[in-house]
C-alpha cells in the first residue's frame, strides 16, 4: 500500500484572520503530522502540482461566477457573504487547491499510489454552480471527480462527504447526473440546512445522490452504525470505478463550528477511513482521494487527520 500527500505552503496566502477557515488549520495539521519544515521550505509537497486550469474550473462552475470571483480577488478581496471571505490571492489559492485534486486523481488512476489525501485550502464541497458559499470558493471534489471521467474515461465515480455539514454544492453540481454519484452524511438540521433522505436526485441523476442527515441526538455509536449500513449500500448500487471522500473533520464532538458535531472522537476517523477503503478494495482496487473538507477545532482537526492519514497508510490505528 502507497499513500501520496499532497499540501502546499501558499495554501497560507489564503488569510482570513480570525475567521474559522484559518490558515492555522493548516499549520496544525502539519505540525501533528511532523512535516511542517518539509512543507515550510517547499511549495507543492510531497511532489509538484499546477493550479487547476480554468478549462477545468469552467467545467464545473458558471463562467460569470469565477469571473466574479476573481475579479473581487483582484481588486483587493472582502467578504463575498456573511461567511465567506475573499482576500487579494483567494482565486490563486483556490485554483491551487483544486489542482491538488486533479494531481491526487493522477496519482492513484495512474497506479502510481493506492491512495491520496489532499490537505489544502479553502475546502470545496458547499460552492454550488454558480455562486461561492459557506467558506468555499470552487468544489475541489467536483473538479478533481470530472478530471478522473474527462482524462480517464471513467463512467462512475463516487463521492462520499462526511464532513458534519451537507456536501449541497457538490450535490448542486451532481444532481442531475449520473456519472457522479454523490453520497453525504451529516448532521440536520445545521447548514446549509438541505440534504434531506428525500433528495435523491433528478432527472438521468434520480437515484445517484443519497443522503443521510443524522439528529445531534443520534449516539456515536449509531452514527458511525448508519455511516457504514447506508454508505456500503450505496457504494453496492454506484459500483464506482474511484473513490472521493471529502472529508471534512467537523463531525469531531469539540468543534465550535459544528456546534458538538456528532460527537465524534478523533480515532473514529480511522474507523471510517477503513470502512471507505474496504468499500475501494470491493469497488476499484483501493482506489481512493480524499481531500479536505471542514474541521475548525485546531487541535481535534490535526488529531483526526492523524488518524486519517495513518488508516490511509494502513497503519494500525
Ligand atoms: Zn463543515
Same mark, same amino acid.
Given at each position: 500500500?502507497?499513500?501520496?500527500?499532497?499540501?502546499?505552503?501558499?495554501?497560507?496566502?489564503?488569510?482570513?484572520?480570525?475567521?474559522?477557515?484559518?490558515? &492555522?488549520?493548516?499549520?496544525?495539521?502539519?505540525?501533528?503530522?511532523?512535516?511542517?519544515?518539509?512543507?515550510?521550505?517547499?511549495?507543492?509537497?510531497?511532489?509538484?502540482?499546477?493550479?487547476?486550469?480554468?478549462?477545468?474550473?469552467?467545467?464545473?462552475?458558471?463562467?460569470?461566477?469565477?469571473?466574479?470571483?476573481? /475579479? %473581487?480577488?483582484?481588486?483587493?478581496?472582502?467578504?463575498?457573504?456573511?461567511?465567506?471571505?475573499?482576500?487579494?490571492?483567494?482565486?490563486?489559492?483556490?485554483?491551487?487547491?483544486?489542482?491538488?485534486?486533479?494531481?491526487? +486523481?493522477?496519482?492513484?488512476?495512474?497506479?502510481?499510489?493506492?491512495?491520496?489525501?489532499?490537505?489544502?485550502? =479553502?475546502?470545496?464541497?458547499? /460552492?454550488?454552480?454558480?455562486?461561492?458559499?459557506?467558506?468555499?470558493? %470552487?468544489?475541489?471534489? /467536483?473538479?478533481?471527480?470530472?478530471?478522473?471521467?474527462?482524462?480517464?474515461?471513467?463512467?462512475?465515480?463516487?463521492? !462520499?462527504?462526511?464532513?458534519?455539514?451537507?456536501?449541497?454544492?457538490?450535490?448542486?453540481?451532481?444532481?442531475?447526473?449520473?456519472?457522479?454519484?454523490?453520497?453525504?452524511?451529516?448532521?440536520?438540521?445545521?447548514? =446549509?440546512?438541505?440534504?434531506?433522505?428525500?433528495?435523491?436526485?433528478? &432527472?438521468?441523476? %434520480?437515484?445517484?445522490?443519497?443522503?443521510?442527515?443524522?439528529?445531534?441526538?443520534?449516539?456515536?455509536?449509531?452514527?458511525?452504525?448508519?455511516?457504514?449500513?447506508? +454508505?456500503?449500500?450505496?457504494?453496492?448500487?454506484?459500483?464506482?470505478?474511484?473513490?472521493?471522500?471529502? /472529508?471534512?473533520?467537523?463531525?469531531?464532538?469539540?468543534?465550535?463550528?459544528?456546534?458538538?458535531?456528532?460527537?465524534?472522537?478523533?480515532?473514529?476517523?480511522?474507523?471510517?477511513?477503513? !470502512?471507505?477503503?474496504?468499500?475501494?478494495?470491493?469497488?476499484? &482496487? &483501493?482506489?481512493? +482521494?480524499?481531500?479536505?473538507?471542514?474541521?475548525?477545532?485546531?487541535?481535534?482537526?490535526?488529531?483526526?487527520?492523524?488518524?486519517?492519514?495513518?488508516?490511509?497508510?494502513?497503519?494500525?490505528?
Amino acid at each position: 500500500m502507497s499513500s501520496l500527500l499532497l499540501t502546499d505552503r501558499r495554501c497560507l496566502l489564503h488569510e482570513t484572520g480570525t475567521h474559522p477557515e484559518c490558515p &492555522g488549520r493548516l499549520k496544525a495539521i502539519w505540525e501533528r503530522l511532523g512535516i511542517t519544515k518539509e512543507v515550510q521550505t517547499h511549495d507543492a509537497w510531497t511532489r509538484p502540482f499546477e493550479p487547476a486550469p480554468m478549462k477545468a474550473l469552467q467545467a464545473i462552475h458558471d463562467h460569470g461566477y469565477l469571473e466574479r470571483v476573481e /475579479a %473581487v480577488c483582484r481588486n483587493g478581496g472582502g467578504y463575498w457573504d456573511a461567511d465567506t471571505m475573499l482576500t487579494p490571492n483567494s482565486f490563486d489559492v483556490a485554483r491551487l487547491a483544486a489542482g491538488a485534486g486533479m494531481a491526487a +486523481v493522477d496519482a492513484v488512476m495512474t497506479g502510481e499510489f493506492s491512495n491520496a489525501l489532499s490537505l489544502m485550502r =479553502p475546502p470545496g464541497h458547499h /460552492a454550488v454552480v454558480s455562486n461561492a458559499m459557506g467558506f468555499c470558493l %470552487v468544489n475541489n471534489v /467536483a473538479i478533481a471527480a470530472q478530471h478522473a471521467i474527462d482524462h480517464y474515461g471513467l463512467k462512475r465515480v463516487l463521492i !462520499i462527504d462526511w464532513d458534519v455539514h451537507h456536501g449541497n454544492g457538490t450535490q448542486d453540481i451532481c444532481y442531475a447526473r449520473n456519472d457522479v454519484y454523490f453520497f453525504s452524511r451529516h448532521r440536520f438540521p445545521l447548514y =446549509p440546512f438541505s440534504g434531506k433522505k428525500n433528495e435523491i436526485g433528478t &432527472g438521468a441523476g %434520480v437515484g445517484a445522490t443519497c443522503n443521510l442527515p443524522l439528529s445531534h441526538e443520534v449516539p456515536r455509536e449509531e452514527v458511525l452504525k448508519r455511516f457504514e449500513k447506508s +454508505v456500503t449500500e450505496f457504494a453496492d448500487i454506484a459500483k464506482p470505478e474511484l473513490i472521493f471522500i471529502s /472529508a471534512g473533520f467537523d463531525a469531531h464532538k469539540d468543534d465550535p463550528v459544528g456546534s458538538g458535531g456528532l460527537h465524534l472522537n478523533s480515532s473514529d476517523f480511522a474507523h471510517m477511513t477503513k !470502512i471507505v477503503m474496504s468499500l475501494a478494495e470491493t469497488h476499484c &482496487g &483501493g482506489r481512493l +482521494v480524499s481531500l479536505l473538507e471542514g474541521g475548525y477545532n485546531i487541535q481535534a482537526l490535526a488529531e483526526s487527520v492523524w488518524y486519517h492519514w495513518n488508516a490511509l497508510n494502513g497503519n494500525d490505528v
